[in-house]
């Protein structure tokens, strides 16, 4: 099992920028794959970045260029830097790990408000 916490959300102003972090209970070296996805009021959850354990990543069309997915093995942590904020960015922001066998873990989530 994984327990994961989210932090570094915030109120901030359109064009602003956050790092987000999610710090996992145990090494994530194993872990296939983690990523974050987000929630905003009377919306579907999307994904929004993703990670493999290799490396590779994936990015939601309406995030690239402006958002960047890592994780630090060595500090069993992932991060995402979002910069450009915009309102539509408004969101609870869930990160996840999926291990192969195992069911998804999921954080709790951290609120992230793009407001003037």
């Known amino acids: 099992q994984v327990q994961l916490v989210e932090s570094g959300g915030g109120l901030v102003q359109p064009g602003g920028s956050l790092r987000l972090s999610c710090a996992a209970s145990?090494?994530?070296?194993?872990?296939?794959?983690m990523g974050w996805y987000r929630q905003a009021p009377g919306k579907q959850r999307e994904l929004v970045a993703r990670i493999l354990s290799g490396g590779s990543t994936n990015y939601a069309d309406s995030v690239k260029g402006r958002f960047t997915i890592s994780r630090d093995n060595a500090r069993n942590t992932m991060y995402l830097q979002m910069n450009s904020l915009e309102p539509k960015d408004t969101a609870v922001y869930y990160c996840?790990?999926?291990?192969?066998?195992?069911?998804?873990?999921w954080g709790e989530g951290t609120q992230v408000t793009v407001s003037s």
């Open positions: 145990r090494s994530i070296f194993s872990i296939n794959a």
């Open positions: 996840y790990a999926y291990i192969i066998g195992y069911p998804d873990y």
